[in-house]
């Protein structure tokens, strides 16, 4: 039950929260005249925008995040000079309120939404200067002083496949490829193993039309035609892979049991198709060889 000064003040801050704070390691959300202890273990990470001069100050408190999309949600907030608040104003639970003959409540550290603009497509880093994370923009968007807020998507590929170094991917074809690689992630976490395979065979594709141009010039090849582009040039363990998932690809279809006699697609299966994909990645230099 919420008493006195605190009622009052989340009536008059009409619950916009815009205020983050840092008191003996404890994390409290608030207004400029009242704040709560914010509930669990908030993930509270420094942010720093790749390229930019300045970077100091800014935090990214995460609201949301999904492994399977590789996206997080949450808001920007910026270093603030403030360091207390009215102790009768602030909600401690489940520690004990304070009362003190000031009235102050002070604390480490303050934070206020961030007055900054950054625009999609921005590559950012979450975490400190001895570890961090790489991650793109997606959507910006500001409301009033409730909140800078952030979509990102990860620039790691999550352990599905090795990371990519997109400069060595022909520029032309670079779009592409990176798109048709993102879609064979996002697919191994959460769909059946057909789309899985199905993601892989749409990626070797891409992957080996923009390898070898002269593979595909006008394209409209299958992945079987270009298997057998590379046996014709002598590229037996680039074809070995291609075919691979190529095969996988022809027993996920729906009638391949009655029509090829075989087993339904495994969930290992689909690894193993991910992993002829990431043979062909790092043969042609595109992934880092781990």
């Not at 090829?260 to 697609?265: A, D, E, I, K």
Request: hydrophobic fraction near 45%; glycine fraction near 8%.
């Amino acid at each position: 039950m919420i008493f006195g000064s605190y009622a009052d003040a989340l009536a008059n801050a009409s619950r916009m929260i815009y205020y983050l704070a840092e008191a003996q390691g404890l994390w409290y959300e608030g207004s400029g005249s009242w704040l709560r202890r914010i509930q669990g273990n908030p993930m509270i990470l420094p942010l720093s925008v790749i390229g930019a001069t300045t970077n100091e100050g800014l935090l990214f408190h995460e609201d949301y995040f999904n492994s399977a999309t590789r996206i997080r949600r949450g808001r920007v907030f910026e270093k603030d000079a403030r360091n207390n608040w009215p102790a009768d104003c602030v909600a401690r639970f489940p520690n004990r309120d304070l009362s003190n003959a000031a009235n102050i409540f002070n604390v480490n550290r303050a934070y206020k939404t961030a007055d900054v603009h950054i625009k999609p497509g921005t590559e950012i880093k979450l975490g400190g200067q001895d570890g961090g994370s790489r991650w793109i923009v997606v959507l910006s968007e500001r409301i009033g002083l409730e909140g800078h807020f952030l979509s990102l998507k990860s620039k790691i590929l999550f352990g599905v496949l090795p990371e990519l170094i997109p400069d060595a991917i022909p520029e032309l074809n670079r779009r592409d490829v990176v798109d048709s690689i993102n879609a064979v992630v996002e697919s191994a976490s959460v769909q059946a193993p057909q789309s899985v395979i199905d993601a892989c065979r749409n990626a070797a594709c891409h992957a080996i039309s923009a390898m070898f141009a002269a593979s595909n010039s006008k394209g409209t090849k299958d992945l079987g035609e270009l298997v057998t582009y590379l046996v014709g040039v002598k590229k037996g363990a680039l074809a070995d892979a291609g075919d691979l998932i190529n095969k996988l690809h022809s027993r996920a279809k729906a009638n391949a049991a009655a029509s090829l006699g075989t087993r339904p697609v495994s969930r290992q299966d689909a690894e193993l198709a991910i992993g002829a994909l990431a043979f062909l990645l790092q043969d042609f230099g595109w992934a880092v060889n781990e």
